[in-house]
């Protein structure tokens, strides 16, 4: 079974005290690319690219979508991941890159989806590339977990929460906090600012950040507070992308960025 090439040097590299990603992981990204140069993001990328052309090679089908920011959330989670958080959910990972590449690094992985068809191909697939010991999909009914108590050290929750309804994140936060493990980590990447609602509610200030996310998750907010984040004036947020309305002739320009925050269930 191939289980990757991942070393160390990741979390060991050097940086400035200033600098450095796993003491400022609380962020909003301005531009992507002023993490993706740093060789730590670069080492992360080039991992989950062995991972991509790994799956490529056995034929299997997975989610690579919106990778012009989604490469960033990646790699900025993987600064925070270590090789003890054993036992991982990654909740509504909907069959993407992120299961199996966590999977891939020895991790004990569960996916978990609201969508059945994301999740029985998910399932397939890890039966097809033998690593059914190692990842396993299962299906979310929207209310409860089918996991005891203090189940995970960890748990990545990548760009979800914009796409679920308002009167139903407390208590999906309330699940997610049930299967934590006391004293481990929710590392969450989320859309930020006015352009992400065509895809959902996305939270669009600082303030919304604590209320909506911090707040409402009954965790607390792990290292650095936030930054405010001053936009390029002409350029604006660092993703534009385009979406025909229902006639297919008309476009829409979208512009948004990612946040990431690092939630705690304190012990």
């Not at 999740?119 to 209310?143: E, H, T």
Request: hydrophobic share 35%; proline share 4%.
């Amino acid at each position: 079974m191939w289980t990757g090439s991942f070393t160390s040097r990741t979390l060991r590299f050097k940086h400035k005290k200033r600098n450095c990603p796993m003491r400022n992981f609380n962020k909003i990204a301005r531009r992507f690319s002023d993490d993706m140069v740093r060789p730590e993001y670069k080492q992360c990328y080039k991992e989950l690219m062995k991972s991509a052309e790994h799956l490529y090679k056995k034929g299997i089908e997975f989610r690579m979508d919106k990778w012009a920011w989604r490469s960033w959330e990646y790699c900025h989670l993987m600064q925070k991941i270590k090789r003890r958080d054993k036992i991982v959910m990654d909740f509504g990972g909907g069959n993407s890159l992120f299961s199996y590449h966590l999977a891939f690094l020895g991790h004990t992985v569960f996916m978990v989806d609201v969508d059945a068809s994301s999740v029985d191909m998910f399932n397939k697939n890890i039966q097809k590339i033998k690593l059914s010991k190692k990842a396993r999909g299962i299906r979310f009914n929207g209310i409860i977990l089918p996991f005891h108590d203090g189940h995970f050290d960890l748990i990545t929750f990548v760009s979800v929460i914009e796409h679920i309804p308002y009167h139903q994140r407390k208590g999906v936060f309330g699940e997610l906090k049930r299967v934590l493990k006391p004293g481990k980590n929710l590392l969450m990447t989320f859309d930020y600012g006015k352009g992400g609602r065509p895809f959902g509610d996305s939270v669009t200030t600082l303030g919304g950040i604590n209320r909506e996310i911090v707040k409402l998750s009954g965790l607390k907010l792990k290292g650095n507070p936030f930054d405010r984040v001053k936009f390029d004036k002409k350029f604006g947020p660092p993703v534009k992308f385009v979406i025909p309305d229902e006639s297919g002739m008309d476009e829409k320009v979208v512009q948004l960025s990612s946040g990431a925050c690092c939630l705690l269930k304190e012990i």
